[in-house]
């Protein structure tokens, strides 16, 4: 198993930026970054996690939404992009690892088209619906800066991370 990284908590400067493309001198950076930040996302546990989360500023995502008592399914998404999103939404509840212990309902699009590529640099489209669609939004959201708090009323967001502030002094 490989190594974990921390996560990093907000107000971390690095989950606020916009994450920059992973090109071609990245391959090797990328290809040792990508099992540790599995190893991490199942240690957490959680279902996804972004490299900003871990403090790489890289267009990268991985994740798992197979259940605990399903085979394991991670999945490596180099720069992903939604490329499509249905106009009908979906809400559900989300969490994040760099919010621990936050959860609040979130709206999106229920279904979405995402592009990527794979480590090997091969290019793949995904159509997802459900947790799989939520999960990859909200990942996508963290290489642009955005949290799933965003998507919440600026009384709920601040309620939020009020909580959370006081939660991680108290550790």
């Not at 391959?27 to 490299?51: N, Q, S």
């Amino acid at each position: 198993m490989s190594e974990t990284m921390p996560i990093l908590y907000v107000p971390a400067p690095v989950l606020r930026a916009k994450a920059r493309a992973v090109g071609p001198a990245d391959a090797d950076r990328v290809r040792a970054l990508a099992p540790r930040m599995l190893a991490t996302m199942y240690e957490a546990p959680g279902i996804g996690l972004a490299a900003p989360q871990v403090g790489e500023s890289l267009r990268l995502i991985v994740l798992d939404v197979s259940g605990k008592d399903e085979t394991p399914d991670p999945m490596v998404l180099v720069n992903p992009e939604v490329i499509a999103a249905s106009k009908e939404l979906a809400t559900r509840e989300e969490g994040c690892l760099s919010l621990p212990n936050q959860y609040a309902e979130v709206t999106r699009p229920a279904v979405v088209k995402v592009r990527y590529q794979t480590l090997d640099g091969s290019r793949k489209d995904i159509e997802a619906d459900g947790l799989m669609a939520a999960c990859l939004q909200h990942e996508i959201d963290h290489l642009d800066g955005t949290l799933f708090v965003d998507y919440l009323s600026p009384l709920k967001r601040n309620m939020i991370l009020r909580k959370l502030a006081k939660e991680l002094k108290a550790r």
